[in-house]
């Protein structure tokens, strides 16, 4: 029986990994396979509750996807940023202001950063449905790869993470999962990210921060490990640490809808993206580029984020902590919608020297830079 024939894709060659030694965040590593029995989901819960209430974040292991379908991935996520024109990219640019969507093209120096200096990051981002929304046409061959790419993190990596989270909260095991459904009005979306390097003058002014310590929006982020160093995340004691690679691994964060849905018990993982050690900068001392396959989850459009503090006994016994009144909590949509909007282009209230707040939708949003 003859082999699937794929369309041929230009290679995208990675930056090799830092070898310096830096000071590594430390989380557990999860063999997620083992989500796949009773025995297996009782032995990881606790674990996996413990890590997102003290880091918010931790590793997922043994997905089911090889480090080659990896790689082709990741050639894949290249395509919108080398095979597109200009001309045609805007075509395709996100209403992030008019719909508070990032459907499409985020381009490059929409957001600030700090004194004045605008990212250098760009990305596309698809709808989990992937057809639901037109794409380039150098993108159009490899669509049916990228929907295959957006079911496996949805079936294989988040359903199994909420089951997890689900029994750490000592609820039944599809709570999470049934507000995470794939067809369900929502905008769970997969995206491709590509992080440009800068002058020496905008390293300087943002103190060599790329992207400000903030909290995702959603429920759960998933980020493809890749090897150029720059993610850090606010540990417990209040130090930025990198996040190490591992190949093939997959780096699993909550936002603040989980949070909020769990009455505070799992933490919105405080990270931002800083400028890569010395080995991973190319001449002048300006950093490779970093390219990321990521996948953002959001619970379903109508889900009010309430805590479930009637549902979980381990929240009737530790308490709960609300970013509002409960008869003021917005929906998901509501939420991101309004976070979207503004997040990089509003004007932020300075807290102290490191916190920057605003208030979105009553509730208090903080920034870390």
Known sequence: MPGITVPPVPHYEPAPATKEDLDWADF????????????GRAELAPIVAEA???????YVVVHGMTQEQN??????????????????????VSKIKEVGSYRGYKPRQYWTIDNGVKDQIEHYN??????????????????????????????????????????????????????????????????????FSRTEEDEVNTKNVWMKGHTDIGTISILWSQ?????????PDGVWRYVKHIPNGLIVNAGDSLEMLSGGYYKATIHRVFQPPADQRGGGGRALTRLGLFYFCYANDDVRLVPLAAESAVLRRVG???????????????????????????????????????????VVVQHFN
């Open 320 to 362: 709960v902590v609300r970013k509002c009144a409960d008869a003021d909590a917005p929906t998901e949509r509501e939420w991101r919608v309004a976070r979207t909007k503004v997040y990089g282009v509003s004007e932020l209230r300075r807290k102290d020297a490191v916190i920057e707040e605003q208030v979105v939708r009553g």
């Open 126 to 195: 698809m709808h989990r449905d992937i057809f639901r929304q037109e794409h380039p046409k150098a993108l159009q061959p490899f669509l049916p790869e990228i929907r295959a790419f957006v079911e496996h993190n949805h079936f294989n990596v988040l359903h199994p993470i909420l089951r997890l989270l689900a029994l750490g909260l000592e609820l039944p095991e599809e709570t999470f999962v049934k507000m995470h459904d794939f067809d369900a009005e929502g905008e769970t979306y997969g995206r491709f990210m590509k992080y």
């Open 227 to 235: 090897p150029v160093t720059a993610l850090q995340i606010r540990s």
């Open 28 to 39: 557990p590593v999860i063999d997620i396979s083992k989500a796949k029995t009773a025995e």
């Open 52 to 58: 997102m209430r003290t880091y918010g974040f931790l």
């Open 71 to 92: 790689d082709r991935m990741i050639d894949i996520a290249d395509i919108p940023f080398t095979q597109v024109s200009e001309e045609e990219q805007k075509q395709f």
